[in-house]
């Protein structure tokens, strides 16, 4: 059945349903977008295939390092082998994914730059932290940002790790270790780059400044420019993210937990 305006009943029932829950919920919509989307959407790259070569071994690496982190962190002690197989079906479904074919030359050669990252790595004290849950900054109560590094000590300091050397921190990574001192207030923050591009990988554990003021302030205020254009809709009292509520409207960063 049609009613005025070309809905059917249905619809309109649905539609009305709709508006009466709303109006009598009592629910908060905001913008939400990963810490990582921000970045990309401040220093956006036209793609090239070194680049997608690049992403592919970065997450081969954060992948395998994240599972047998947390085996280590239980108990378990992970064999070189395992691990150079996990990264190894990673970076095959990494390169099937952007269709990306590498010749067999060059294939070992990032094989066996992965397996010395992975072994590196591994000798460090970062190795078998956990990963931490994700925390939301909640700007001006409008735009949530999703911050989750990649290893933390549960108490006092958090990691972050590259697979190449980003000391001092280009502006990208600068952008996503701010982002993450701003969802883990209280903790001192750690850039880890093991350079793949080293042989054997130079090891670098390097101890990021505190946040200033007006660093705080800067950051939250393009934070929230880029998500009220690209976030996506969500309710905010559906959110089971830890939150950390920021208010930079008077020009202040004030966090509360």
Avoid at 180 to 196: E, I, P, Y
């Amino acid at each position: 059945m049609t009613s005025g305006g070309g809905r059917t009943l249905n619809s309109d029932i649905s539609y009305d349903l709709g508006a009466w829950l709303r109006a009598r919920t009592n629910v908060t919509t905001i913008k939400t977008l990963a810490a990582y989307e921000v970045v990309q959407l401040a220093y956006p790259r036209p793609p090239t295939e070194r680049q997608e070569l690049g992403m592919a071994v970065g997450k081969a690496i954060d992948a395998t390092l994240s599972r047998y982190s947390h085996e280590f962190d239980r108990g378990r002690h992970p064999t070189v082998t395992a691990m150079n197989r996990l990264a190894a079906t990673t970076l095959d479904e990494e390169l099937r994914d952007i269709d990306l074919a590498l010749d067999a030359s060059e294939r070992k050669r990032t094989a066996d730059q992965i397996a010395a990252v992975l072994q590196a790595f591994r000798k460090t004290k970062v190795f078998g932290l956990p990963r931490p849950r994700t925390r939301m900054i909640l700007i001006d109560g409008q735009v949530g940002v999703y911050t989750q590094p990649d290893y933390w000590d549960r108490k006092s300091r958090f990691y972050e790790m590259k697979s190449y050397r980003a000391i001092p921190p280009p502006p990208d990574v600068a952008l996503q270790l701010r982002l993450f001192q701003l969802g883990f207030t209280g903790f001192d923050a750690f850039l880890v780059c093991v350079n793949r591009h080293a042989s054997p990988p130079d090891v670098t554990v390097t101890a990021i400044p505190a946040l200033t003021p007006t660093d705080s302030v800067d950051t939250l205020r393009q934070a929230l420019a880029l998500g009220l254009r690209n976030g996506r809709e969500k309710v905010l009292e559906y959110i089971d993210s830890p939150i950390v509520r920021y208010s930079v409207a008077q020009g202040t960063a004030s966090g509360t937990g």
